[in-house]
């Protein structure tokens, strides 16, 4: 058989994605004014809520996990008594994880002043909640205030924002072996670039178990997935770290200073109860609060068909619609999505709600986000995504690879410099052209 010809291209369909220029008064009047309506009464009911859940399953808990002994229940063999208390513990970190992420949401929303009418209950409640969950509560209210103003801008968006080619060390981009927009490439620069990127299933699963479990703590430390131009040592608890300006140290510092009081916590409960004990009972469920933190959010604003903007082409709405509404647990059945919304409070089924205006409470989020999707539906809008799952990140972090250093509105290419989807615009809607995102299985 003769050997392939490296100029030899492949070339791929690509799915249209319209650009967006609906006028922002347009995608703020579809929305029903009573959902702008904020009640610090009705917000304080649902951090009961998930407080009551989170007690009575570790009351549950601690109840059954003493009957499981010879002497109350007959099991075949020895060994399944401890497996059976560490399934009971496993289901009790997991449901403690999801309903604490809820807890995790409402500070959030505290941040966004959307707890409450006044400013000082927002920020007393959130800072309390926010510092209980290691969270430096003004630190991260300001730089993801930023985001939220700069969705997907390549330069000024503070969190997921794509390495380009050149910052990942990879070959210059030739022109005679591919194009810009990654639907046609040869042989030569597709084997140069698998060469340098890589795509093994195992790796990018250890690269999912770390960005999981490591990376909401490496973002605030090291502002790992940040702004790459940020100077080196850029975190969130130095309060001259360039996201903040010189009016923002006092506020940083009150974010340290929860910090410092939740470490002395967790540093003196060890010494009451033992390690062991407040690892099983917080500290496991803490890791799963930042597992479903970064599991959410990056699905949120990472996927093939997700555009990024540079500064000619972006505008607050873009960077708004640049995002994706996914069901939570949604791929394992009705009834595991349904748990999954009502314990975080819907934050990844009404996500584009949210950034379309930040201060619409979780409660009202909802019929926001039906309210949007009629309206965007008139512009062939779809921002729904597939749902959040360890099966989903696989998929978005094999495809998401890598941006070009050139272009205006730009896609992720994969390991072999393809880019799924391609820019494009809807004719019949003028200046109201909307998105068409194809969310398909890659």
């Given at each position: 058989?003769?050997?392939?010809?490296?100029?030899?291209?492949?070339t791929?369909?690509?799915?249209?994605?319209?650009?967006?220029?609906?006028?922002?008064?347009?995608?703020?009047?579809?929305i029903?004014?009573?959902c702008?309506?904020?009640?610090?009464?009705?917000?304080?009911?649902?951090?009961?809520m998930?407080?009551?859940?989170?007690?009575?399953?570790?009351?549950?808990t601690?109840?059954?996990?003493?009957l499981?002994?010879?002497?109350?229940?007959?099991?075949?063999?020895?060994?399944?008594?401890?497996?059976?208390?560490?399934s009971?513990?496993a289901?009790?970190?997991?449901?403690?994880?999801?309903?604490?992420?809820?807890?995790?949401?409402?500070?959030?929303?505290?941040?966004h002043?959307?707890?409450?009418?006044?400013?000082?209950?927002?920020?007393?409640?959130?800072?309390?909640?926010?510092?209980?969950?290691?969270?430096?509560?003004?630190?991260?209210?300001?730089?993801?205030?930023?985001?939220?103003?700069?969705t997907?801008?390549?330069?000024?968006?503070?969190?997921?924002?794509?390495?380009?080619r050149?910052?990942?060390?990879?070959?210059?981009f030739?022109?005679?072996g591919?194009?810009?927009?990654?639907?046609?490439?040869?042989?030569?620069v597709?084997d140069?670039?698998?060469?340098a990127?890589?795509?093994?299933?195992?790796?990018t699963?250890?690269?999912?178990?770390r960005?999981l479990?490591?990376g909401?703590?490496?973002y605030?430390?090291?502002?790992?997935?940040?702004?790459?131009?940020?100077?080196?040592?850029?975190?969130?608890?130095?309060?001259?770290?360039?996201?903040?300006?010189?009016?923002?140290?006092?506020?940083?510092?009150?974010?340290?200073?929860?910090?410092?009081?939740?470490?002395?916590?967790?540093?003196?409960?060890?010494?009451?109860?033992?390690?062991?004990?407040?690892?099983?009972?917080?500290l496991?469920?803490?890791?799963?609060?930042?597992?479903?933190?970064?599991?959410?959010t990056?699905?949120?604003?990472?996927?093939?068909?997700?555009?990024?903007?540079?500064?000619?082409?972006?505008?607050?709405?873009?960077g708004?619609?640049?995002?994706?509404?996914?069901?939570?647990?949604?791929?394992l059945?009705?009834?595991?999505?349904?748990?999954?919304?009502?314990?975080?409070?819907?934050?990844?089924?009404?996500?584009?709600?949210?950034?379309?205006?930040?201060?619409i409470?979780?409660?009202h989020?909802?019929?926001?986000?039906?309210?949007?999707?009629?309206?965007?539906?008139k512009?062939?809008?779809?921002?729904?995504?597939?749902?959040v799952?360890?099966?989903?990140?696989f998929?978005?972090?094999?495809?998401c690879?890598?941006?070009?250093d050139?272009?205006?509105?730009?896609?992720?290419?994969?390991?072999?410099?393809?880019?799924?989807?391609?820019?494009?615009?809807?004719?019949n809607?003028?200046?109201?052209?909307?998105?068409?995102l194809?969310?398909?299985e890659?």
């Amino acid at each position: 058989m003769a050997p392939k010809d490296p100029s030899a291209r492949t070339t791929i369909q690509q799915a249209p994605v319209v650009i967006p220029d609906i006028p922002m008064k347009d995608i703020l009047g579809a929305i029903p004014a009573h959902c702008f309506q904020r009640s610090a009464l009705r917000s304080s009911l649902y951090i009961v809520m998930d407080a009551v859940v989170i007690g009575c399953v570790y009351t549950a808990t601690r109840y059954l996990d003493p009957l499981i002994t010879p002497e109350h229940i007959e099991l075949p063999h020895p060994y399944l008594y401890t497996a059976l208390s560490f399934s009971l513990w496993a289901l009790y970190t997991f449901f403690v994880g999801l309903f604490a992420t809820g807890l995790w949401v409402i500070a959030h929303e505290c941040g966004h002043q959307a707890f409450s009418e006044s400013k000082t209950i927002n920020n007393a409640v959130g800072w309390v909640l926010h510092s209980a969950l290691g969270v430096p509560y003004h630190a991260w209210r300001i730089t993801h205030g930023q985001h939220h103003a700069s969705t997907a801008h390549m330069t000024q968006d503070q969190v997921f924002v794509p390495r380009t080619r050149s910052q990942m060390g990879l070959p210059e981009f030739d022109p005679n072996g591919e194009d810009l927009a990654g639907s046609s490439i040869s042989i030569k620069v597709m084997d140069e670039l698998y060469e340098a990127l890589g795509d093994s299933p195992i790796g990018t699963i250890v690269d999912c178990l770390r960005y999981l479990l490591g990376g909401w703590p490496a973002y605030i430390t090291m502002n790992a997935s940040g702004q790459t131009h940020f100077p080196k040592g850029t975190n969130h608890f130095d309060p001259t770290a360039v996201m903040f300006r010189p009016d923002h140290r006092s506020q940083i510092i009150v974010s340290n200073v929860g910090i410092l009081l939740w470490l002395g916590a967790v540093g003196y409960s060890i010494s009451q109860w033992g390690f062991f004990e407040v690892f099983r009972v917080y500290l496991i469920p803490y890791l799963w609060v930042n597992h479903w933190l970064v599991l959410i959010t990056f699905l949120q604003h990472t996927d093939p068909i997700v555009p990024h903007y540079r500064a000619s082409e972006f505008t607050f709405a873009r960077g708004a619609m640049s995002t994706l509404d996914r069901s939570l647990l949604g791929d394992l059945g009705s009834v595991m999505g349904w748990l999954g919304a009502v314990s975080t409070h819907g934050i990844a089924e009404t996500h584009v709600a949210h950034h379309i205006s930040s201060k619409i409470p979780h409660y009202h989020a909802w019929e926001a986000t039906y309210a949007l999707r009629k309206l965007l539906a008139k512009h062939n809008m779809n921002l729904q995504g597939n749902p959040v799952g360890w099966r989903e990140i696989f998929r978005v972090m094999s495809q998401c690879r890598f941006v070009e250093d050139e272009g205006e509105i730009i896609f992720y290419k994969n390991s072999r410099g393809f880019a799924a989807a391609k820019t494009a615009f809807n004719d019949n809607t003028a200046s109201d052209s909307g998105v068409e995102l194809f969310d398909k299985e890659a």
